[in-house]
């Protein structure tokens, strides 16, 4: 199964993982490469004091008052999730990585689905998809036919919430930064 699944069921498990309802993992074959979150060197693109959460294939860098929780791959999948949250409820940005995808795999998961756009964000091409009017997601596959999926619930926030979690989306950089879907 993959987070690209169009409709309900996508949505219920970025749902899930953002509610806490899977707990955190050690996800094995990365003991030696532990996840990090460390405050961000000053580079001037970023405010004072935002983290970086340097994990095994992605890094994406966000506010100093957000918490990090690593999350197991749904059943079935190989991979991680991540769940950025902020101090306001509504301020949650979801990362889940998958990969093990067979080649009928990729050809299926790289189709452009129902409700689905052709954009850009951080600096990638994407799909994206608004989601029941609230879910904002983007999709993004490797050449190393890893796939990305960057979920944020906040359609019905005011566009200040949005914007920040935008930030926060911009500086996501997966190691493979070459399109896997042309």
């Not at 970025?14 to 003991?31: N, R, Y």
């Not at 879910?135 to 019905?156: E, P």
Request: aromatic residues 8%; charged residues 10%; hydrophobic residues 35%.
């Amino acid at each position: 199964m993959s987070y690209r699944q169009p409709g309900l069921l996508r949505c219920c498990v970025v749902a899930a993982l953002t509610a806490g309802a899977l707990s955190a993992c050690d996800l094995p074959g990365i003991a030696s490469s532990t996840p990090t979150a460390t405050p961000a060197q000053a580079s001037g693109a970023l405010p004072t004091g935002w983290q970086v959460y340097k994990g095994v294939d992605f890094s994406i860098d966000y506010p100093p008052d957000w918490s990090l929780n690593l999350q197991a791959p749904p059943t079935g999948s190989q991979g991680q999730g991540i769940v950025l949250s902020g101090p306001q409820a509504s301020d949650t940005v979801t990362i889940i990585e998958e990969y093990g995808f067979t080649d009928s795999d990729i050809v299926n998961l790289c189709k452009l689905g129902e409700g689905e756009t052709p954009t850009h964000l951080a600096g990638l091409p994407m799909t994206y998809t608004l989601g029941e009017g609230v879910y904002r997601t983007w999709f993004f596959m490797n050449s190393a036919h890893q796939s990305y999926s960057l979920t944020v619930l906040d359609g019905n926030q005011p566009q200040s919430v949005q914007k920040q979690h935008n930030a926060i989306l911009a500086t996501f950089q997966p190691n493979d930064m070459n399109p896997g879907c042309v």
